[in-house]
């Protein structure tokens, strides 16, 4: 019978690559902050292309960055740094292994993370689109003191990066989905607390790469 | 902390700090929303480009503190070893390197780029395959191939 308020887990086994249980869990963690290095990389080529551009075309990109409501991005942010919290609760949380606070917490990061993707589409991707401001042969642009190429140049930056940033999010949603499931029904490869701990790792980078997108976008300073 | 005396080997972040971090995080973000709405008229009398400077750093200042304590309090940063603290710092250091690449984008010129910039019929610098054609900058270093026409 599986029960949702203790986790069924094993002993932490230490496996016989590792001289003890702290070698171990430091290699998953090293692993995981290799791949978040490769991830900085990604999306550090992102923010060094915006750079270059909005050195070269600052007022246009002045101009540019009201095409966006700081309050929708205001609100996401929001979202993030709950989601981010509570998956941190979560880490916490199985290190006690009270695994009914797990899930909730887990949940709760699941439930901020479908919300950032519904509000980014339903008050950004589409109404953009609807307007013709995706960069292309279709782009359409009405606006005389900023030219149409400069326009297509800031919304394709725009959507390369927040899109990633949002793909980053939707696979946190599948991942956290996942998880959540294997934690609920006691499955062995839940051994112990470091699943959600390198998942937790992965969302926090998501949380600080729209920390910065955040201002950069939406609150351009002049 | 004595029920988990058999797993001294990890660290459990206090409730409260956590709790802490998520109420500092929401501070700064509430800073950075205000200043960028009351910044137009507070600089309004300071020389445009002061007034850039001083947004820019303010903006990606706080950004910064957020990062960081989001690294090292629900990231468990501060309490990893030093191998982790090094690989979480390579990322940005790396970053701060790219910008070597940035300095090359700034300090040479760019070229005109046909369909890019407005009036500009031809590159700067024509593919050798091209044919030459009136209007054209000249060419020293490439010979013109005459049996294309």
């Not at chain 1, 230490?14 to 990389?41: C, I, N, P, R």
């Not at chain 1, 999306?43 to 070269?56: D, N």
């Not at chain 2, 070893?81 to 070597?100: N, P």
Request: glycine share 6%.
């Amino acid at each position: 019978m599986i029960s949702l308020k203790k986790m069924n887990q094993p002993q932490d086994t230490v496996y016989e690559q590792f001289e003890d249980l702290a070698q171990q869990q430091e290699t998953y963690v090293l692993g995981m902050w290799s791949f978040l290095v490769t991830e900085v990389m990604f999306f550090g080529v992102m923010f060094m292309s915006y750079i270059v551009y909005r050195w070269k075309y600052q007022p246009y990109f002045y101009a540019l960055h009201k095409e966006l409501d700081w309050r929708i991005g205001g609100i996401n942010t929001a979202i993030l740094l709950a989601s981010s919290f509570s998956v941190a609760l979560a880490v916490h949380y199985h290190q006690r292994k009270k695994k009914m606070n797990v899930l909730v917490c887990l949940g709760f990061t699941n439930l901020c993370a479908i919300s950032f993707i519904v509000i980014k589409l339903l008050f950004e991707y589409i109404p953009k689109w609807n307007h013709g401001h995706y960069p292309g042969p279709g782009f359409t642009w009405d606006n005389p003191y900023v030219p149409s190429h400069i326009a297509q140049l800031w919304f394709s930056l725009y959507f390369g990066t927040t899109g990633l940033h949002g793909l980053h999010v939707l696979i946190g949603v599948i991942l956290f989905s996942v998880l959540m499931y294997l934690i609920a029904v006691d499955h062995p490869s839940i051994s112990d607390y470091l699943p959600t701990e390198m998942l937790g790792l992965y969302w926090h980078f998501v949380d600080i790469v729209w920390i910065f997108l955040y201002p950069l976008y939406y609150l351009m300073p002049k | 902390m004595s029920e988990h005396a058999h797993e001294h080997s990890h660290h459990i972040t206090p409730i409260s700090t956590l709790v802490k971090t998520l109420l500092l995080l929401g501070v700064l973000m509430v800073t950075t929303i205000a200043w960028a709405q009351i910044a137009p008229s507070a600089l309004k009398d300071v020389p445009p480009a002061l007034a850039s400077l001083i947004n820019n750093l303010i903006a990606m200042g706080i950004a910064f503190i957020k990062a960081v304590a989001v690294i090292l309090i629900f990231m468990g940063v501060k309490y990893q070893s030093s191998i982790v603290k090094l690989y979480a710092a390579l990322g940005f250091l790396w970053f701060t390197l790219m910008f070597i690449m940035f300095a090359d984008y700034g300090t040479r010129h760019w070229e005109a780029v046909r369909g890019w910039t407005p009036g500009v019929k031809q590159m700067a610098m024509p593919r050798a395959d091209e044919p030459y054609e009136e209007g054209m900058p000249p060419r020293k270093d490439i010979k013109i191939p005459d049996e294309h026409h």
